[in-house]
Structures are given as structure tokens and as C-alpha cells.
């Protein structure tokens, strides 16, 4: 009902007539009769209330769980009220990509701020303002390191399955060759990489930690490319960073992720968001909006979008991406996320992570039947085998209110957050012990 | 403005988390960064002032007129953004087994119903995360169904001169080459230039109609036939739709894929630059090579399936769905009528504010537009020195946004101005006279514009130097 017009009939109509037409009609006559839409087939409109009720059933049809063991690339992870107040702020939520910078120095800053966080975790020099989310930021990534004698690209088999997609339909369209090397020991399998790395090869891609959880040998990852004259591309969990091993400290050229784990919730996989850093040496190749100090007129500090020499706006067919419209409310929401948090803050909750899946893992292996698939060094993620159909545990805690490990090849992949407590694992473990060993 | 670094104390913090309640385990020593990252350290009163202070600092919507063309900012409505934080929706982990997301499910499958009605397609991929995204995702499609039909030697696109500039990127990005076709006078489709440039290597036509000048291009149907006719397909460059939903639909002028802007046309919000949803809509014969998975319904229940011949993912899980969620409830609040009453009114307040400052600018889309309209300043340029980024400047001190700069490229000092059907006829009256006055200014004292604006939170910024010599983050 009503579509958020604000004149009124009487008003359209002397608007009309001041323009020199009769009706609505007149101002559609430039399109051929036969295009025009006699009326469309959808409901009439509906007061707010009807829509709240209708959109509010909506979401009661989905079944939220309280105690999530999932992740495989969307977590649970608690974000402080702060977080999404800062965000609702209605400039920023109403606000367009800054191009007027002198109105826009608040988004501008903010993305600033942004970038220079996503430095301090990554420990790279550049970070853009962001991509639409973390498979995308892989796929822009390693197309910045194609060049013309190095068109092929190496992905480690440990990668997200929906990054190793979404790379090669991005790759199949330039033409790159993309050599996907099968994971050994739910890890990236060091000898399949180091015969796949051939002097055509333009980078080589894994994930830290892997799709599997565990942590790889980064540094002699990237060094394995190096050696060859490939780049690497990192594919970061950003919660992990709080303690792992930097990129720029494995030798990473290009450090990428989803950010959806600082402060963004899981909703169903959107919006989240890419993130992508790089070196210095590598800067101008980086795709998307970027943002710099500079200074204003009056000798202060302002902020502006920059290096835009890069982008589609200015170089049309010559631009290496078209990314225009990025997601910059959810780059928004992960600073301030951090910056709630702070160092100790997070570094906290990543230790808390990586404690309460080392806990939960040593509860669940002591249950018949489910033992450690991979006995290596994890994050917050590890598989283990299941004695029974997967999706049998799951129904059964499902009714506990508890979403289980998802279920893959070798028996199920488990996360544990900080948000789950002692309490929550315990309770979650004596229901898998009692579907596994009855 | 100080930066959050340059905020709060060392060792400063709030707590969220409750102390660990299982053994503490740490990882390795050969595993650990060797310092902590040096994020803020910040109290929580400090976090939000400063916050506070950056959104003083940035001109959204709700703060005023903000004609941007081609960019439709037009009001969001608060319902939306409620709708999208419900806990039913922003809880669901998205590899969640299907019988317990059948309210999302349900979401994608309602808004597909919709945006095929409105664009008169018959499938729609909701992954695309933005219009260039979309135009990405469309560009595969017509790929990939060319080269299901052996067609390798199609690997040419044709793009009007008056394309967005993501149009050519994508061609480009899409493994194509753009065929650039010139606009007549008219700025309108060159139909002679067209019919040269097509041929056995034509892969398909990116089109925006109405075009970035705001002109619907009565030839439409010729256009996309001259295409066909050629063997190619035709892409609708969706983000002028604000003009003509609920008129006319892309799928009757002859186009065979679209994607849409539903932060522009479908009223999500911008974000200050996202997150946005640029879901693509196809003909059925396309269908097959959608990315997967799509929402079928069967048997009354929601369930995802892959195309056939899915050409593969564009990104990760299912799109930006909590956009799509406002995007359905827009379009459940204006339903068939509200529709097409929002597009009029758009069109109506875009010539009633062109007919009201056209005795003072000269515009370059001639007497009647659709959603949007452009002015040249290129005889105030050469007569006065004033550009249009100097009116634009001097706009900000009248507390309105400036319309779009120097774009399309194939007009000469251009303002793009689309003022929205949500904009009330006082403000637009009001505006009228803010132009008036800045171009009697213009003609007065030039030098009040090139050192305009006077009154925003900071002067004009130096881009060169930024370029020059970036610093793209904080460094203590």
C-alpha cells in the first residue's frame, strides 16, 4: 500500500501540467504500445503491518539453532552490542559510494580505518576496501597474478570447496587454467603442489587454517611457489590471525578471506565480506575501491578514494576487475567489531576457540565408534568419523536445539567457537554418545 | 578528525567474552605471530563517539536531497531494515539441513516470483552480489550458452558509448572484447552503426534502457533484433529500471538475461557502498546454465537443485540474502499498483525538475527524459571557467548531494541528476532554486565556485597528491 510517495495525486497533477502533460501516460508514450505493461501479475500492496506479519512468518518457518557445531566457512561467533548499533547509524546505511569526499569523510575515514586493521591482522602493506565476500576476494586474487608466460593457477584441494568454485568460474572465463591438487591427510598434500608448480604457473592458493581445520606449514607453502617464481595467495581465516602466523610473516604476496567471522552474523551466507591485502610491490594490481590520506585545501586531513586509475570507471575494457558497488557496511561492521574487541580481546576469543575445539574433540573421540580423522595441529575446526549415518546424529540433536558437524566424505566437520560453552559441549557430546553407542 | 588509532590507551578494553571454562590449550610456538596486531584499544564510550562523530560526517539519505544518477536513492524504508535483523533470518547458518531453512528458501523462491513478473523472465539466480557482479554473472550465461551450441568464434560484445563503465570491464572480465557502437546525436542507439557492427563474432549487446541520458530508446525491438538476427543475445543492464518497472518489462523489449540493482530499484540501502544484490534474471532457454543452486519448489516444499548445465558458482552460499529480505518486502508493500506508481512518479519528478532549471542549464537529453536527466556545463565552462565539478562543489554548501560528475562520458561537463520518486514536490521546488542561484553565482563571482564547497567539514581534497603518494593506512 502506497509506494513511499510523498505528493499527493492533486500535487502529481499540477506537476504534470507544469511540464505540459495531461497524464502518467504521456510521459511513457516514447514506449512502443505493444511494450507496455498492462497490469502486473503480483498481489496488491499491503499495509506495514500485513508485511511485518507476512515476512515474520517468514522467518518463523526457519528453525535457529541454539548451539552451533558448524562452520565450514560461516561461524557463530559472538558480536558485541556495539557492533551492530555503530552500524544502524542511518548516514552510514543511507549513504552511497563516497565520491563526494567532502560529505563523505566519515564513511571515507572509516573505510581508512578499515584497511589499516586489515593490515595489523594480515601483517600486509595494502588492503582495498573490500569484495563481496571471501570466494570472490580468492578469485580477484589470483587473477592478479596472472600474467602472459603464467596463465594456470595452483589450488590446494584444503581450499573451500566453494572457493575452489567460484576461482574457477572466474578463471575458465580469462582462459586460466586452474590445477586443483587433491588434499593429502586433510591437508594441502606438499608433493602434489611441488609437481603441479611449473614455470607456467601464476600462484599457488591455500587456506590457513584449511577447509579440514588443520594449520598448514604456510611459510614453506609460499616458499614452495616462490621457488618456481609463483606468487601465493593466502586464503585467512581473520579470527585466527588473533594468533597465528601472519601472511607477510609466511611470505604470502596476497593475503585474502572471508570476513564474516568480526561481527558479521551468518544469515543464511549474506551479505559477508571478501577481504583482500597485498604488498606494496603489488598495490596496483589490487582490484577495487581503495582509500588515502591526503590533505584538503585548508591544509587538513581528508581522506579520498585513490589510485582509482586502476578501475573500470577510468579504464573500461582495460580494467582487470569491474567491482564497483563493494561491501563496505559489512567492512564497517568488522572494524568496529575489532576495535571492541581490541588485540587482547581478540586474541581471546581465538584462544578460546582453538581451547573449546581441542575440548570438545578430546570429549567426542572418548565416544565408541568416533575417532580423529586427521591427528594434526587444528584451529577450531577437525573432522571425525561418525559410526552412524551422519544425518541421523544430526536429526537427533537438531531436537536438542544443537546443529551438528556438517557432514562430508569422512564423517563430519566440527567447529567450536568461544560462544559455545562447557555446558553446551558437554551436553552436545552425552547426545552423540548416546545415538553412537546405543 | 582524530583516527580510532589515535583514540583511547594502552591496555584499554571492554570484556565480552567470560573467562575460558575448559582447559586453556595454546598452539605451538612455531605457529604464533611473533606481536599482537595493533588494533584499537578503546573504550566502549570512546568506539561510539567516535562513530558518532564519523556519521556527522556523511551525507546518506535520510539527511537530504541526494540526486545521484544513475545511482536511484531513493528513500529506504525502516520496515526493510527491521525485516532483515529478525533473528529467523540473521541466525541461520547457511549449511543448515533444507527442512529447517524453508523460510529463506521461501524468501528466494517469493522474490524470484516477483522479479520475473516485473523484468519478464522466467529464472533468476539470486548470487550476484552487486550490478557489475550481475552483469558478470550475465555475461557467463550468454557464454556459456554459445559455447553449449559450438559457438567459438562468437567472442565479441557490443556497448553503447554511453555504457557505465563496469559494462566494458565485464566484457573484458568475461574473456570478450567490446565492440564500441557510437550514439546518434540523439544520443540513442546508432541503428546503421549497429547493423555494421554486428556479425558471425557478435556474442551479444549490454544495453541500459533507458539509457544513462535517461532516454528510453524507442527502438528497442529493432535493436534486440538486429542481435538475434546476428545469432547474439541481449543483456539489460538493469540499473535504470527505477524508470520503467511495472511500464514496460526487459524480457518484451527482446532481452534475454538482466540483472537488477535492488539497492537501487528495490530500496536497500547503500551502505555507503554495500553490501548491495544484483541478482540476474534469464529466458528459460538460459535457465539450464544458471549458477547452483537455485530454489525449486516441489511437492510444497523448498528445495535447492543445479541447473543442468550450471556454468559454477559466483560466489560462496546463496547471495547476499538478507538484502533480497528487504528486497521482498518492498515489493510486498507496493505490490502491483505501488509499482508502477513509483516508477511514474520517479519520471515525474525527474522532468518536472528538468523543465524547472532549464531556462538556467543547458540540458543534453533533450526536452523529455525518463528517471534521470543531464546537464552540460560545457558553454558556462568556456564562458565563466565554471566547471561542473564547481557547481557540484558549490551544491554541498546548500546542503544538497551533488548529482553525478563527468558521466555519461559522451557529454561534455556533465551533471547527471535523478532526483527519485520520493522526494516530495516542496524539496524539488526548493532545489530548483538552490540551481538558480548557483548559476547566477556561476556568472557573478566564479571564484566563489572554484573554491566552493565553503561550508562542508573539510575543503576540497587533493587527489594528486594522494595518487602521487598513497598512504592507504595508519601508521603511528
Redesign the interface.
Known amino acids: 500500500m502506497g509506494c513511499y510517495v510523498p505528493n499527493t495525486k492533486a500535487q502529481q497533477q499540477k506537476m504534470l501540467e507544469t511540464i505540459g502533460f495531461t497524464s502518467f501516460d504521456d510521459l511513457y508514450k516514447v514506449i512502443p504500445e505493444s511494450m507496455r505493461v498492462k497490469s502486473l501479475k503480483l498481489e496488491p500492496g499491503k499495509s506495514e503491518l500485513e508485511v511485518r506479519r507476512i515476512m515474520e512468518e517468514l522467518a518463523a518457518k526457519n528453525n535457529p539453532f541454539k548451539s552451533i557445531f558448524r562452520g565450514a566457512g560461516s561461524y557463530d561467533h559472538y558480536i558485541p552490542s556495539v557492533v551492530k548499533s555503530v552500524t544502524s547509524k542511518e548516514s552510514f546505511l543511507t549513504a552511497y559510494t563516497p565520491y563526494q569526499a567532502e560529505i563523505s569523510q566519515g564513511v571515507l575515514q572509516s573505510i581508512f580505518e578499515y584497511q589499516t586493521m586489515i593490515c595489523e591482522l594480515t601483517g600486509m602493506d595494502v588492503s582495498n576496501a573490500s569484495v563481496y565476500d571471501g570466494p570472490v576476494a580468492a578469485a580477484e586474487a589470483v587473477l592478479m597474478c596472472e600474467t602472459r608466460k603464467r596463465s594456470r593457477v595452483v589450488l590446494s584441494g584444503a581450499l573451500h570447496p566453494h572457493v575452489i568454485e567460484v576461482v574457477k568460474t572466474y578463471c575458465d572465463a580469462r582462459s586460466v587454467e586452474v590445477t586443483v591438487v587433491p588434499p593429502k591427510g586433510g591437508k594441502t598434500d606438499m608433493e602434489g603442489v611441488k609437481d603441479a608448480l611449473k614455470d607456467d604457473v601464476a600462484c599457488l592458493c591455500f587456506q590457513q587454517p584449511g577447509y579440514y581445520g588443520i594449520i598448514e606449514d604456510a611459510e614453506a607453502l609460499c616458499a614452495l611457489a616462490h621457488e618456481t617464481g609463483a606468487k601465493s595467495v593466502m586464503y585467512v581465516n581473520p579470527i585466527s590471525m588473533a594468533l597465528l602466523k601472519t601472511p607477510a610473516e609466511c611470505g604470502a604476496d596476497i593475503a585474502v578471506g572471508e570476513g564474516q567471522p568480526l561481527g558479521i552474523p551468518m544469515s543464511f551466507g549474506g551479505p559477508y565480506l571478501g577481504f583482500m591485502a597485498t604488498t606494496q610491490r603489488m598495490m596496483r594490481q589490487l582490484p577495487g575501491r581503495i582509500v588515502g590520506e591526503t590533505t584538503d585545501s585548508r591544509g587538513g586531513r581528508a581522506f579520498v578514494l585513490t589510485l582509482q586509475a586502476r578501475e573500470q570507471h577510468i579504464r573500461r575494457e582495460k580494467a582487470s576487475s569491474n567491482i564497483c558497488t563493494n561491501q563496505a557496511l559489512c567492512a564497517m561492521t568488522a572494524s568496529v567489531y575489532l576495535a571492541a574487541m581490541g588485540p587482547s580481546g581478540l586474541e581471546a576469543c581465538a584462544t578460546q576457540c582453538h581451547s573449546k575445539a581441542v575440548y570438545a574433540k578430546d570429549q567426542l573421540v572418548l565416544i565408541k565408534g568416533i575417532s580423529l580423522c586427521y591427528d594434526e595441529p587444528f584451529f577450531h575446526e577437525f573432522v571425525t568419523t561418525c559410526p552412524v549415518d551422519p544425518d541421523i546424529l544430526n536429526r537427533r540433536l537438531a531436537k536438542e536445539g544443537i546443529l551438528g558437524g556438517l557432514p562430508i566424505n569422512e564423517g563430519l566437520l566440527w567447529c567450536v567457537t568461544e560462544k559455545q560453552s562447557k555446558e553446551e559441549i558437554d551436553r552436545m557430546v552425552a547426545v552423540a554418545r548416546e545415538v553412537c553407542e546405543s | 578528525?582524530k583516527?580510532?588509532?589515535e583514540r583511547g590507551y594502552k591496555g584499554?578494553?571492554?570484556?565480552?567474552?567470560p573467562d575460558?571454562?575448559?582447559?586453556?590449550?595454546?598452539?605451538?610456538e612455531s605457529?604464533?605471530?611473533?606481536e599482537?596486531?595493533?588494533?584499537?584499544?578503546?573504550s566502549?564510550i570512546e568506539?561510539?563517539r567516535?562513530?558518532?562523530?564519523?556519521?556527522?560526517?556523511?551525507?546518506?539519505?535520510?539527511?537530504g536531497f541526494?540526486p545521484?544518477g544513475s545511482?536511484t536513492?531513493?528513500?529506504?524504508?525502516r520496515?526493510n531494515?527491521?525485516?532483515a535483523?529478525?533473528?529467523?533470518?540473521?541466525?541461520?547458518?547457511?549449511?543448515?539441513?533444507q527442512d529447517?531453512?524453508?523460510?529463506?528458501m521461501?524468501?528466494l523462491y517469493k522474490a524470484e516470483e516477483?522479479l520475473n513478473?516485473?523484468t519478464g523472465m522466467d529464472r533468476f539466480t539470486m548470487q550476484p552480489?552487486?550490478?557489475?557482479?550481475g552483469?558478470?554473472t550475465g555475461l557467463?550465461l550468454i557464454?556459456a550458452w554459445h559455447l553449449h551450441h559450438g559457438n567459438t568464434q562468437r567472442t565479441k560484445v557490443i556497448v553503447p558509448d554511453s555504457a557505465?563503465?563496469?559494462n566494458?570491464?565485464?566484457?573484458?572480465?568475461?574473456?570478450y572484447?567490446?565492440v564500441n557502437v557510437p550514439s546518434t546525436k540523439d544520443s540513442l542507439v546508432d541503428l546503421d552503426a549497429l547493423r555494421e557492427a554486428v556479425g558471425e563474432d557478435t556474442a551479444g549487446l549490454m544495453l541500459t534502457n533507458p539509457n544513462t541520458l535517461g532516454?528510453?530508446d524507442?527502438n528497442?525491438?529493432e535493436i534486440t533484433k538486429i542481435i538475434h538476427d546476428a545469432g547474439g543475445l541481449c543483456y539489460y543492464d538493469g540499473a535504470n529500471l527505477n524508470a520503467?518497472m511495472?511500464?514496460?518489462?526487459p524480457g518484451?523489449?527482446g532481452f534475454d538475461c538482466v540483472h537488477l540493482?535492488v539497492?537501487k530499484t528495490f530500496?536497500a540501502?547503500?551502505?555507503?557502498?554495500?553490501?548491495?544484490?544484483g541478482p540476474v534474471g534469464c529466458k528459460a532457454f538460459l535457465a539450464p546454465f544458471l549458477?547452483g543452486p537455485v530454489v525449486e519448489k516441489e511437492n510444497g516444499a523448498y528445495t535447492f537443485k543445479t541447473p543442468k548445465f550450471s556454468?559454477?558458482?559466483?560466489?560462496?552460499?546463496?547471495?547476499?540474502?538478507?538484502?533480497l529480505?528487504k528486497t521482498?518486502?518492498y515489493?510486498?508493500?507496493?505490490?502491483?499498483?505501488?509499482?508502477?506508481?513509483?516508477s511514474?512518479?520517479a519520471?515525474?519528478?525527474a522532468?518536472?525538475l528538468m523543465?524547472r532549471i532549464a531556462k538556467d542549464y543547458d540540458i543534453a537529453s533533450g526536452s523529455?527524459c525518463m528517471h534521470e536527466f543531464v546537464i552540460t556545463l560545457e558553454r558556462l565552462q568556456k564562458e565563466t571557467g565554471v566547471s561542473a565539478l564547481d557547481v557540484?562543489?558549490r551544491l554541498?554548501d546548500y546542503g544538497i548531494?551533488?548529482p553525478?560528475?563527468y558521466?555519461p562520458l559522451n557529454v561534455k561537463e556533465a551533471l547527471m541528476v535523478e532526483p527519485v520518486?520520493?522526494?516530495?514536490?516542496e524539496t524539488l521546488d526548493e532545489v530548483a532554486a538552490i540551481f538558480e542561484q548557483v548559476m547566477e553565482e556561476a556568472r557573478e563571482n566564479p571564484d566563489l565556485l572554484h573554491?566552493a564547497?565553503h561550508n562542508?567539514?573539510?575543503?576540497?581534497?587533493?587527489?594528486v597528491?594522494?595518487?602521487r603518494n598513497?598512504?592507504?593506512?595508519?601508521t603511528p
Open positions: 578528525m583516527l580510532i588509532f584499554r578494553g571492554s570484556e565480552h567474552l575460558c571454562d575448559v582447559p586453556v590449550c595454546q598452539l605451538p605457529m604464533i605471530r611473533a599482537q596486531p595493533a588494533l584499537p584499544e578503546v566502549e568506539l561510539v567516535h562513530y558518532t562523530e564519523l556519521e556527522k560526517q556523511t551525507y546518506g539519505v535520510n539527511d541526494y545521484l545511482c536513492m531513493k528513500y529506504n524504508p520496515i531494515e527491521e525485516m535483523s529478525l533473528p529467523g533470518f540473521t541466525n541461520i547458518h547457511p549449511l543448515q539441513s529447517t531453512v524453508q523460510g529463506c521461501e524468501v516477483a513478473e516485473i552480489s552487486a550490478g557489475a557482479h552483469e558478470f557467463l557464454r557505465h563503465g563496469t566494458p570491464a565485464t566484457v573484458t572480465m568475461a574473456g572484447e567490446t532516454l528510453f524507442p528497442i525491438g520503467v511495472g511500464q514496460a518489462r518484451d523489449m540493482n539497492h530500496s540501502p547503500h551502505g555507503g557502498g554495500g553490501p548491495g544484490s549458477p556454468f559454477g558458482r559466483v560466489r560462496g552460499f546463496h547471495g547476499n540474502f538478507l538484502v529480505v521482498l518486502t515489493i510486498l508493500s507496493l505490490g502491483r499498483e505501488g509499482i508502477p506508481e513509483a511514474a512518479n519520471v515525474l519528478n522532468n518536472y523543465n523529455h557540484a562543489k554541498i548531494h551533488p553525478t560528475m558521466f520518486e520520493t522526494e516530495p514536490l573554491g564547497p562542508a567539514p573539510i575543503g576540497r581534497p587533493d587527489e597528491n594522494a595518487a598513497p598512504v592507504l593506512r595508519y
